[in-house]
């Protein structure tokens, strides 16, 4: 295992343990200040802030149809909502 990854996976085991860095260092033994600058070095290479995420989003096949009291039938394609919105206003 590469060293970047012990000392990664030394930082997870050390959050989860709930022990001290000092107790934690003892029990793995490692120098405090050595395990110090790798949780910082942990902490610099997380990624802050929002990520961005982009919905998947599948085309609309299917139709609407609205039947006016008058018995004029219209029929739109689900993906044209705001238009039929508009349609339905004018009636």
Same mark, same amino acid.
């Given at each position: ?24 260092? @003892?029990? $793995?033994g490692v120098k405090r ?10 902490? @610099? ?11 998947q989003v599948k085309p609309?096949? @299917?139709? $609407? @149809? ?14 044209? $909502? ?5 349609? $339905?206003?004018?009636?």
């Open positions: 295992m590469k060293k970047v990854a012990q000392m990664r996976q030394a930082v997870q085991q050390w959050k989860e343990s709930g022990l001290t860095q000092k107790a934690y260092c @003892e029990k $793995i200040t050595t395990f110090a600058s790798w949780v910082a070095r942990s902490r @610099e290479n997380a990624v802050a802030g929002f990520i961005a995420l982009k919905p609309i096949s @299917e139709s $609407i @149809e609205v039947i006016y009291p008058n018995g004029v039938r219209l029929k739109i394609s689900a993906s044209h $909502i705001p238009i039929l919105s508009e349609l $339905i206003r004018l009636a």
